[in-house]
């Protein structure tokens, strides 16, 4: 399923700035960076099945660098690549290797091992070309790495056009397992493993968000006197959550 509009990616790339990431899409993606961490650290033990130690990482969507922070010493030479100038100057400021740019507009003088697209997918206008251009740049059995949505889960097929995912124009594309099956092979990739992800929240954040999104609503006034109540160090519990419908795909480069 896709959003019944063009959006030209120089548009796009305005929705993806500071605000995008403190209040509008996150309550605040760097305050929350221990919770962000716990689920990247999971995919990070997703990589390490597949790419020995010592291969080179590419990136796609590398926000705030906080992918790369971890890999460094495991993965050294990766790279990171986004849109959002803000999110690569962070990480550049850490020492870490960040292009500012979009991926079909960049040029690499080597290939990965692997490729990794973190929840990015979704958000992309022209998703085809951009797993076909993360193909061309994986060393033969080299790996791509990606989660999103999965449109074809239980939960979004009870919820329809209510599922959360669903809010264009930041998220364009809703794919299933069966959509990316047809998708890898038309760009030579061949499937290696589906499962779920378990994601990590920070319980204020949720809080927050449930009162930004539900307003004056029971759920959203429930969540306010939550938020006022509650102590700030259960607050900054992070906890895991997998509701089955957020895909992790290994796919592998014959």
Avoid at 118 to 147: C, M
Wanted: hydrophobic share 40%; aromatic share 12%; charged share 25%.
């Amino acid at each position: 399923m896709t959003v019944n509009q063009r959006v030209p990616a120089a548009e796009l790339k305005k929705y993806y700035q500071e605000d995008y990431f403190k209040g509008r899409e996150y309550v605040d993606y760097v305050a929350d960076k221990p919770a962000q961490q716990k689920t990247l650290r999971s995919h990070l033990r997703v990589v390490r099945r597949h790419v020995g130690s010592g291969g080179c990482l590419l990136e796609i969507g590398c926000a705030y660098g906080f992918f790369l922070e971890l890999i460094q010493e495991e993965y050294p030479g990766s790279l990171g690549v986004d849109v959002f100038s803000a999110g690569v100057a962070h990480a550049r400021a850490r020492g870490l290797q960040a292009q500012e740019g979009d991926l079909l507009g960049l040029r690499f003088d080597q290939l990965f091992d692997g490729v990794c697209l973190w929840d990015t997918i979704e958000h992309l206008p022209n998703p085809r070309e951009v797993i076909q251009r993360s193909a061309e740049l994986l060393k033969p059995g080299g790996h791509l790495f990606l989660t999103t949505g999965d449109f074809g889960a239980l939960l979004p097929r009870l919820q329809g056009l209510k599922w959360r995912q669903i809010h264009p124009p930041t998220h364009l594309f809703y794919f299933t397992r069966r959509s990316f099956r047809e998708l890898c092979r038309r760009v030579g990739l061949e499937i290696v493993r589906f499962s779920t992800v378990t994601v990590h929240r920070r319980l204020g954040s949720v809080f927050q968000s449930l009162e930004n999104f539900y307003g004056r609503s029971l759920t959203g006034r429930v969540a306010s006197f939550a938020l006022r109540v509650t102590p700030r160090g259960i607050l900054n519990w992070n906890f895991p959550l997998n509701l089955g419908d957020t895909l992790c795909l290994v796919a592998r480069k014959k």
